[in-house]
């Protein structure tokens, strides 16, 4: 399977080839004053990731930056076809003047020379998770929804007004009124276990109470908050 780099270099490799009128082979730099063009990899650039708000991935994406040289007086003219076809034609890398560092060239080995870089979008597609197989038959449960009204009493059982009351694992809250009493509407009730307790949290007076009521106990259930 080919990759990202090697398919980057070889598009660009054909590209060139067509502007240049000749083929460029894939190396660095050479002293050979009768040589042509050589195009090689020189860095690779992180470019702008594409965000996504859905579960698949998106692909990353570099930049790949090769440098194009010539060997000589000789490679002046293809240089000079590269270069008006990278400013002027269509479908063509982006183009950066920005090859003159003489430290790029003692590190490469050779003498300074006309170049050009070019510097071209790369990605590297990531598979999509794939979801375990499901073996075993599926198996659904009813859930029915119930009103459920009760009241919060305290010591000598007094009404607790202004009491938050909320259902353990939802968003539902309410406060409980005057006389204590308060409505949950909504409450889940498994059809599959009807006697599974509704649990409960009241909040108020600086403490923090939790309580479980019985979904099959009376019209209306108390909740005994301590004191």
Known sequence: MTGAIEAAVADVTSWLAGAAG?????????DDPAGGL?????????ARQTATGGAAREPYRFVVRLLVSGGGPAALPALD???AAATTGTGRPELVL???D????RALGVAPRPALLLDVPARIDRPAPTAPPVRQPLRLRQLDMRTLDGRVVGPQDQPLAAMRVELVGTAQATETDAAGRF????VPHDLDAP???VRIRLVGRGRVHTAELDPAGDDLVV???PD
Do not use: F, I, S, Y
Not at 38 to 46: E, G, I, N, Q, S
């Open 98 to 100: 920005d090859a003159g």
């Open 38 to 46: 050589t195009v090689w990899p020189l860095d690779l650039r992180p």
């Open 195 to 197: 006697d599974r307790p």
């Open 223 to 225: 909740v005994h908050a």
């Open 183 to 186: 409505r949950l509407v909504g």
């Open 22 to 30: 000749e083929p460029v082979p894939v190396g660095p730099p050479r």
């Open 81 to 83: 076809r590269v270069l």
């Open 102 to 105: 003489p430290a790029l060239w």
